[in-house]
């Protein structure tokens, strides 16, 4: 093989190479395959149901004396606490219904108070999640399980003419994330699951 052809036939190969990995399939180094329960919060993850200072909860004691038995209309204050009879104040904010049962159960038996009460606990409040904006019916949503960002704005009567669709805000607490409601309603496994007390704000477009 003379000199020239082996440098001819190096080069096909380095090209070829070269062409194979420039062609080929490229990694997306942005794409994540997450879901949007994980992206955006999961309504069902317990810190997100949590008792909220003001809620409203009615606490049942049973498995005491018949005399004792009573049920008790109690708001959690503005310190996060409902009061509850020989025991005081208990710490409801910030827990989970379950966790404030478990704990005025163990206050009423470690202060050797009762010895096998059972508390039952029922929620009253209701939670909200708003639509304002450039949408044709802006307003509040009551809060329930699977509520939706196109759910609410479908709610909300959805978009005005002037609507920035491709650009919508969800204000969370401190955060504020950014959607495209175009986008999600052409995919909606993109769809957003909302939490209680989101706000969805949608500005006018500027064309």
Same mark, same amino acid.
Request: glycine share 6%; net charge neutral; hydrophobic share 35%.
């Given at each position: ?14 090209? #070829? ?16 395959? &997450?879901? *949007? =329960?994980? !992206? ?5 993850? %317990? ?8 809620? *409203? ?7 005491? %004396?018949?005399?004792? !038995? *009573?049920?008790?209309?109690?708001? &959690?204050?503005?310190?996060? @606490? &409902? =009061?509850?009879?020989?025991?005081? @104040?208990?710490?409801?904010?910030? &827990?989970?219904? #379950? ?10 038996? =470690?202060? $050797? ?18 639509v304002n904006g450039e949408v044709k019916?802006?307003?509040? /949503? ?9 759910? #609410?704005? #479908? !709610? *909300? ?7 920035? $669709? $491709?650009?919508?805000?969800?204000? $969370? ?6 959607? @495209?409601?175009?986008? /999600? ?14 706000? /969805?704000?949608?500005?006018?477009? /500027?064309?």
């Amino acid at each position: 093989m003379t000199r020239y052809s082996f440098l001819t036939i190096s080069a096909l190969m380095v090209g #070829a190479f070269l062409f194979i990995g420039c062609s080929g399939p490229k990694a997306d180094v942005n794409s994540t395959d &997450v879901s *949007a =329960s994980s !992206q955006y919060g999961n309504p069902d993850d %317990p810190e997100y149901n949590l008792i909220r200072k003001g809620d *409203a909860l009615t606490i049942q004691l049973s498995g005491v %004396p018949v005399e004792d !038995q *009573a049920t008790y209309p109690v708001k &959690v204050d503005d310190n996060g @606490n &409902v =009061s509850m009879p020989m025991i005081g @104040n208990v710490k409801a904010a910030g &827990v989970t219904v #379950a966790d404030l049962k478990n704990t005025i159960e163990t206050l009423y038996k =470690s202060n $050797r108070i009762y010895t096998n009460p059972n508390i039952t606990i029922y929620t009253q409040q209701e939670r909200y999640v708003s639509v304002n904006g450039e949408v044709k019916t802006p307003q509040q /949503i009551i809060y329930y399980r699977g509520i939706t960002a196109l759910t #609410a704005l #479908a !709610q *909300a009567g959805g978009f005005t003419d002037y609507a920035n $669709r $491709r650009k919508c805000k969800l204000l $969370r607490g401190d955060k504020v994330i950014e959607f @495209n409601a175009q986008e /999600i309603q052409n995919d909606p496994k993109k769809d957003i699951p909302l939490l209680p007390n989101d706000r /969805i704000q949608v500005d006018r477009s /500027i064309f």
